[in-house]
């Protein structure tokens, strides 16, 4: 069987000036596409195996399609336009699949598969850079949210702490970072639209792990959080079994 012909080589050779002029992609991409896309799914299995290996806690498909609901809710609830709110959903479903390249440097491999996947797929590239800086800012360390989308996707991706991530509750006698997820029995990011604030709850598990260890562990992923909630307008708050902290 031939090959299809290549639509942009197509359209550079008819070019009148010769150069290479690659027609702008006009589809609309949504983030069912993206979630649904054989390809999207290898890799975020992938980085999840990778992160298995080297002993980190869960970070496939529950945890991407938890912050990507998580981040198109922060915008909608705050008055964000539906294609934005969309956009963050789709940044945080490809947030985390540099992992399967190397754990360093994730945020910004992450972005650059993003790029390749949602262009093949055939979003513009003015929706595809807006995604692409929001992934590429989502790790506390080395990210500011540098925009709406990014500042959700932040939100999502740091407050995501629960039991289901922990892979192996053998573990949390050894392993802080197991012990404070394996602790947290409940999550949930409250977005009051009127107050403009946005607020993380967490019921924890005292027995398990002391909210000291929590903050030993989360300080930069709750000051992350203040950043993004200010980005946005909004205050941050930690409550934890009841307890408001900050
Ligand atoms: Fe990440
Ligand atoms: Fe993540």
Redesign the pocket.
Known sequence: MSKPPNPSAALAASSPTGSAVVAPASKLITPEMVAESPRVRIFIRKADEALAEIGYTE?GER??TL?SNIAFNVLKRLGYPEREAELAKIAALL??IGNAVNRDHHAQTSAVMAMQILSDMGMPDLEVVRVMSAIGN?HENDGDPVSPVAAAVILG?KS?VHRTRVRNPDMIKFDIHDRVNYAVTKSFLNVDEGARSIVLELTVDNEISQVMEYFEIFMTRMLACRKAAKFLGTSFGLVVNGNRLT
Request: hydrophobic share 20%; no cysteine; aromatic share 0%.
């Open positions: 970070h945890h991407v912050v947030h985390d989502h991706d995501d």
